[in-house]
């Protein structure tokens, strides 16, 4: 397969293929600055559900140094987050806050990790049902940046769990099997988003890429399909469709 190459699988996704590290940046980066300079100029804000995990961190590195980027437009908030306190070095706010520190420029609005689960997850339903734009009784995220886990999860949305129940809820709390509670935010608020991108590298992702590119995996990463917006991979050190 070309590197840098989009294609279409069965699933109605964007799929491109990165070269390198440095590619692979580079892509994430055109994506998420145009869908900021489109949000911004249709309704003067960009709503952005940032990712944890290793993943993004080069990105948002990245993107820290682009003098462009609409920060004072930019309303940040969190996919997931543990319930560690945001200095923690477990905390996705706290990862995203050392790497791009002028994310502080903008609304940040994260999940309060320092709170019980229950309670972070009450509270973050709050903030999103009054400070972010509804429809469908849902908030309406921008652009939601996502990671794949080699089981198929993605936010805090794990296998086995009731993730696909959670139909009118905004928030979901995640505590088995993981060294900390989580908070996470729900199936039908990610898809009600106008933007889903994941980002996932290395070949021990391939399998579970390829597998839920194909719809041929039910986990909660497949179940990932913007009802009216777009959905887009962008993925290094795989060939998500070289095997069918």
């Not at 309406?140 to 794990?158: C, K, P, R």
């Not at 908070?183 to 988003?193: E, G, K, T």
Request: hydrophobic letters at 40%.
């Amino acid at each position: 397969m070309e590197s840098g190459m989009a294609f279409s699988v069965s699933d109605p996704a964007q799929v491109h293929v990165a070269a390198d590290e440095k590619d692979f940046v580079t892509k994430a980066l055109e994506y998420i600055v145009a869908r900021a300079e489109t949000s911004v100029e249709e309704h003067g804000v960009f709503i952005w559900a940032l990712s944890g995990g290793t993943t993004p961190a080069p990105v948002y590195a990245r993107l820290q140094n682009v003098p462009s980027f609409p920060w004072e437009q930019t309303v940040f908030l969190w996919t997931d987050e543990r319930c560690v306190p945001p200095e923690h070095p477990d905390s996705n706010y706290g990862m995203a806050l050392r790497f791009m520190p002028n994310l502080q420029r903008g609304k940040v609005l994260r999940i309060e990790g320092e709170y019980p689960a229950k309670q972070a997850a009450e509270r973050y339903h709050e903030v999103l049902n009054s400070a972010i734009p509804q429809e469908h009784g849902l908030p309406v995220i921008d652009l939601v940046l996502l990671g794949v886990g080699e089981d198929g999860h993605t936010a805090s949305l794990f296998p086995g769990t009731e993730y696909l129940a959670s139909t009118g809820k905004n928030t979901l709390v995640h505590t088995a099997g993981t060294q900390h509670a989580r908070v996470s935010l729900s199936l039908p608020v990610i898809n009600n988003a106008e933007t889903c991108v994941f980002l996932a590298t290395g070949p021990a992702k391939e399998d579970i890429v390829r597998e839920i590119l194909l719809q041929r995996a039910d986990v909660p990463a497949r179940h990932v399909r913007p009802k009216n917006g777009t959905l887009v991979w962008i993925v290094k050190e795989m060939d998500p469709l070289g095997e069918q």
